[in-house]
């Protein structure tokens, strides 16, 4: 076979891994925006079969093949990108599926299809016991998945690298330790000084009129409307389905408006940067986010980096007046900017505060150890949230549904996918003096409410780039340097230490 037959095939066989996943896609914003419940064993049933038949077309004695023809041809210096690329990332894949029995990936898909369904039950009632054994069968699964790929390491080693790649536990834990010595004192000495007054924030605003407001947002962070939409759900996420097709989603409270505006921000960070992937890679496996902490690099920085400036107050504050004007018509853009950013501890993290959210990032990342290390079952869950709630952020848990339930992740077995979102703000803190680095006026972006020279930067340093890059490569790129999260850490020291006057 020539190299330039054996590329097509490799075409071929992408654009085939491309259709079943956006299937899947497709049903699962499905279950979690509108399908009827008793829909769910069904639904669970459709995914498993796609998940077999996705599993069975990359490991087929064929697609081996192929790669293994095609790698050949790579080392001789046959492959132009972007097809070495995609060959590269198509082998990672393939080579850890492979391990993996193609009935086992299918009885994956039905678990873990099954569990998100029994959780959002769980949630609603209060009712851990109702969801546990669906964790324990979950980690179960995980722990002998991890085994097949790379029995030589750590099963949470495994798991921490799928989300990002060249990440353990071990480069976490200093990850953390570092992060832990800012925020923690930091959190501290705020809870000496008096909040600001900010009744505006549990002022009643109709869901409708929420709404309004999330879809303008979503303009202001540049999404193609055309190529985009937005539900309610009740744990907002993101889901890049295809070229033209990015979905996204918030959850409305009534008298919390803010929830939903950082909420759409976020979110909008993701679908952003789907949208913005090189065409070229348009279904291939290059076509969407590289790891899962830089994908949160971006929705943090859009979220607080921008969204929690001071600078974008304005054209915020503009944005909500024109929607609202009976709550947030006499609200100056100084006192929207410390309602904001207020630092107190609570419950949920998805509400967290900017400088409080590492703190249940750590809760999760501890219990995770615990239990791939076998020093915890999914019974031990609920006590050991509420013990490290406790440490962490010095409040009592009165409910399941607000502390070892309130999150989706475990659900769809997304083990190891927690420290990202830490990780991500610490990338996009980086990006920021980067940014600045290369002429990009960050502030006077976000108070011209024109956020193009930001979307310029990302999308030459990191959008376009789609799966091609992982994280360390992304981030030298862009930044001249390696990742070091001091960037981090001295961000959040000067912002809050800033508007508290510490």
Not at 184 to 193: A, C, D, F, N, S
Request: aromatic content about 10%.
């Amino acid at each position: 076979m020539s190299t330039k037959t054996a590329v097509s095939q490799l075409r071929r066989l992408e654009r085939d891994l491309w259709m079943r996943t956006y299937l899947m896609g497709i049903l699962e914003f499905d279950g979690e925006t509108q399908a009827p419940p008793k829909g769910a064993a069904a639904r669970a049933e459709a995914m498993g079969a796609l998940a077999g038949e996705y599993h069975e077309a990359l490991t087929s004695t064929e697609a081996q093949e192929l790669v293994a023809l095609l790698q050949e041809a790579a080392a001789n210096g046959e492959l132009d990108e972007p097809a070495a690329t995609e060959l590269r990332v198509l082998a990672r894949e393939q080579h850890e599926a492979v391990a993996i029995p193609t009935e086992e990936a299918a009885a994956w898909s039905q678990l873990t299809s099954e569990a998100n369904a029994v959780w959002h039950q769980a949630k609603l009632a209060n009712d851990w016991a109702a969801f546990e054994p669906y964790v324990d069968r979950i980690l179960k699964t995980l722990k002998r998945h991890a085994a097949y790929i790379d029995p030589t390491r750590d099963p949470y080693d495994v798991w921490l690298d799928q989300y990002e790649r060249g990440m353990d536990a071990a480069a976490y834990d200093r990850f953390f330790a570092q992060v832990k010595a800012t925020v923690v004192p930091l959190v501290h000495e705020i809870g000496t000084r008096p909040q600001p007054e900010a009744s505006f924030l549990s002022a009643r605003v109709p869901e409708a009129v929420q709404l309004d407001i999330a879809r303008e947002l979503m303009d202001v962070v540049g999404l193609d409307p055309q190529a985009s939409v937005l539900a309610c759900v009740e744990h907002p996420f993101t889901n890049g389905m295809a070229p033209g097709d990015v979905r996204i989603t918030t959850h409305i409270y009534e008298n919390n408006l803010l929830s939903n505006v950082f909420s759409v921000i976020h979110e909008a960070g993701h679908a952003i940067y789907e949208q913005n992937v090189d065409p070229v890679y348009a279904y291939t496996v290059l076509g969407t986010g590289s790891t899962m902490g830089i994908h949160e690099s971006q929705s943090r920085f859009f979220e607080n980096i921008v969204g929690r400036s001071r600078a974008f107050m304005d054209p915020l504050l503009a944005v909500l007046r024109r929607h609202a004007p009976e709550v947030y018509g006499n609200v100056s853009a100084d006192q929207l900017y410390r309602a904001a950013n207020i630092a107190l501890p609570q419950l949920i993290r998805t509400e967290a505060d900017e400088l409080t959210y590492p703190l249940h990032i750590m809760i999760r990342y501890d219990i995770e150890r615990m239990l791939f290390a076998g020093e915890a079952t999914a019974h031990d869950i609920p006590a050991l949230w509420n013990k490290y709630t406790k440490e962490y952020l010095g409040l009592e848990v009165p409910t399941d549904t607000v502390g070892c339930l309130q999150d989706t992740h475990w659900s769809g077995g997304s083990f190891g996918y927690f420290p990202s979102y830490a990780l991500g703000s610490a990338y996009g803190a980086q990006m920021a003096p980067a940014m600045a680095a290369d002429g990009v006026d960050l502030d006077a972006a976000c108070a011209a409410g024109d956020l193009e020279p930001v979307r310029g930067w990302l999308r030459e340093k990191i959008w376009r780039w789609g799966a091609g890059k992982d994280a360390p490569e992304l981030i030298q790129g862009a930044c001249g340097a390696p990742f070091d999260a001091t960037f981090y850490c001295d961000y959040l020291h000067h912002k809050f230490s800033d508007l508290y006057g510490l």
